[in-house]
């Protein structure tokens, strides 16, 4: 058996079993399948469909071997129990059947109460065998299916096909939020320029007024970023390039000498 299509031929064996196709089921179990490959429902599915075709110790092999790992499954066990009443084995049946309704949950132990009322209602074994039917007496719980689950052979191109399209989705939205913050950062920093050249372009005031002299005690007190640092010391020296030794160059001179701006600049 192919592992990826083990889940869609488990699905298209749900849908025979609901439709009452015991055959087909048994066909395909016994072509594609050992009992070391099944799992408990596919144990089970093949045992009931087993029982449904009169292939009663088959089918009672097959549940013992799934009791095994799974001693406590009331489905299994309330399967031996009809297999028992088969047999003419009425404490066999019995017993199995408390079991059964000892660990089912709320909702399916009446079902089970009503089995074992059977027992009351028909004290020989032999005349319930002839009476009791497989379709009201065994219980299968069955998983719902999907019409995309019963594609088959396309089940897992499609969940490739999806998980490329969440990984472009993913990478999609990645790239946004990248763009999102680096444009959050640009203004951050525009506006910061901008708060400190404005507050510069105030103090540029008439040339003839004296002219301001740089402070001969540094501070280091003003953080300036370095796009702000470059924007102010090119300033600087286009001042300076046209003989320009305004009151804004000396200003600006002064303001990065008192920043924190690198040695080399300052010098």
Do not use: C
């Amino acid at each position: 058996m192919v592992d990826k299509n083990f889940e869609s031929t488990k699905h298209k064996l749900v849908e025979l079993y609901k439709s009452g196709k015991f055959g087909e089921v048994i066909s395909i179990i016994e072509d594609n399948f050992d009992l070391k490959q099944m799992d408990v429902l596919l144990k089970k599915i093949y045992a009931f469909s087993l029982i449904r075709t009169s292939n009663i110790e088959k089918a009672r092999y097959i549940l013992e071997d799934a009791l095994g790992d799974y001693p406590e499954d009331y489905e299994i066990l309330n399967g031996l129990s009809y297999i028992s009443i088969l047999r003419g084995e009425k404490t066999s049946a019995i017993n199995y059947l408390l079991d059964a309704e000892y660990y089912a949950p709320p909702e399916v132990k009446v079902k089970l109460k009503k089995n074992l009322s059977l027992f009351s209602e028909i004290p020989d074994i032999f005349t319930l065998r002839s009476v009791v039917k497989p379709r009201d007496f065994i219980i299968l719980s069955l998983p719902q299916t999907s019409k995309i689950q019963n594609l088959g052979i396309f089940r897992f191109s499609l969940t490739s096909f999806r998980n490329l399209v969440i990984l472009l989705i993913s990478i999609s939205l990645g790239l946004v939020l990248y763009l999102v913050i680096s444009n959050l950062i640009g203004i951050f920093n525009y506006s910061s320029n901008s708060v400190v050249l404005r507050n510069i372009s105030r103090v540029d005031i008439d040339t003839s007024v004296k002219l301001i002299e740089p402070s001969s005690i540094l501070t280091n007190d003003i953080v300036l970023t370095d796009n702000e640092v470059s924007s102010l010391f090119n300033e600087l020296r286009i001042l300076l390039s046209k003989n320009r030794a305004s009151n804004r160059a000396r200003f600006i001179a002064n303001y990065l000498l008192n920043s924190n701006a690198s040695t080399q600049v300052k010098s």
